[in-house]
C-alpha cells in the first residue's frame, strides 16, 4: 500500500473522506486517458459520496517530467499548466473535459479556446498559467509520481494501492471490496 500525500489543492470529486480514493495520474496527450475519464465518470455516477477522486498530473513530456528520457507528447506540459491555471478558478473538471473531448493534437491556441469555451476569467487564467505557483502544483505532482514509480498514464491507485485493470467491471469490483473493509 502506497501513501500518496493529501494536497488540497489536487482537482478531486467526491469528499477527501470518503473511504474509498481513488488517485489518477494522468497525461492530457495521451489517448488511454481519454478513454479512462468517461469511465471514471461512470464509476463516480455509481457510488458517488462513498468515493473521491483525486486527479494528478504526470505529463508525458521531457519538457517538464524529469524521469523521461523523450518527449512522448509535447503539449503536456503546457495542457497541465492550463488545467491547473482553470483549477484555480474553480473549473479544472470542465477544462479536462473539453481537452479530453478534442483530438489531443493542442496548441496555443486550444487552449485559450477552451478557457474561453468554459467561460474562464481570461485575465487571470493567463496571470496563473505564468504564476510559480502554478507550476509548484505541477512539480508536486510529478514529485510524487516519481516517488511511486509511475512510468505511464493513466496510473490508478485505490486506496493506495495500484490497480493495472482499468475495466469498470474490475474497477467496480475493487471499490466495492474496499467499501465491504470499511464498514466492518
Known amino acids: 500500500i502506497n501513501t500518496i500525500p493529501f494536497n488540497e489543492n489536487s482537482p478531486r470529486l467526491g469528499s477527501a473522506n470518503s473511504p474509498v480514493q481513488i488517485v489518477i495520474f494522468?497525461?492530457?496527450?495521451?489517448p488511454a486517458c481519454q478513454t479512462f475519464g468517461p469511465i471514471m465518470g461512470e464509476i463516480f455516477n455509481?457510488?458517488?459520496?462513498?468515493?473521491?477522486?483525486?486527479?494528478?498530473?504526470?505529463?508525458?513530456?521531457?519538457?517538464c517530467n524529469p524521469s523521461l528520457q523523450f518527449n512522448m507528447q509535447p503539449q503536456s506540459c503546457g495542457a497541465a499548466i492550463a488545467a491547473i491555471a482553470?483549477?484555480?478558478?474553480?473549473?479544472?473538471?470542465?477544462?479536462?473535459?473539453?481537452?479530453?473531448?478534442s483530438d489531443l493534437n493542442f496548441d496555443e491556441n486550444t487552449f485559450k479556446s477552451v478557457a474561453e469555451k468554459i467561460g474562464l476569467n481570461m485575465e487571470e487564467w493567463e496571470t496563473d498559467r505564468q504564476s510559480s505557483t502554478t507550476r509548484d502544483y505541477l512539480i508536486e505532482d510529478l514529485k510524487t509520481a516519481?516517488?511511486?514509480?509511475?512510468?505511464?498514464t493513466p496510473s490508478v491507485f485505490i486506496n493506495g494501492r495500484r490497480v493495472n485493470n482499468f475495466q469498470e467491471p474490475s474497477?467496480?469490483?475493487?471499490?466495492?471490496?474496499?467499501?465491504?473493509?470499511?464498514?466492518?
Open 146 to 152: 516519481i516517488t511511486l514509480d509511475i512510468n505511464a
Open 26 to 30: 494522468s497525461s492530457f496527450q495521451c
Open 46 to 63: 455509481k457510488f458517488g459520496d462513498e468515493i473521491g477522486i483525486t486527479f494528478k498530473n504526470f505529463p508525458l513530456s521531457s519538457d
Open 171 to 184: 474497477l467496480i469490483y475493487l471499490i466495492e471490496n474496499e467499501l465491504k473493509k470499511s464498514f466492518k
Open 86 to 101: 482553470a483549477q484555480q478558478q474553480n473549473r479544472f473538471w470542465e477544462y479536462h473535459d473539453e481537452l479530453f473531448q
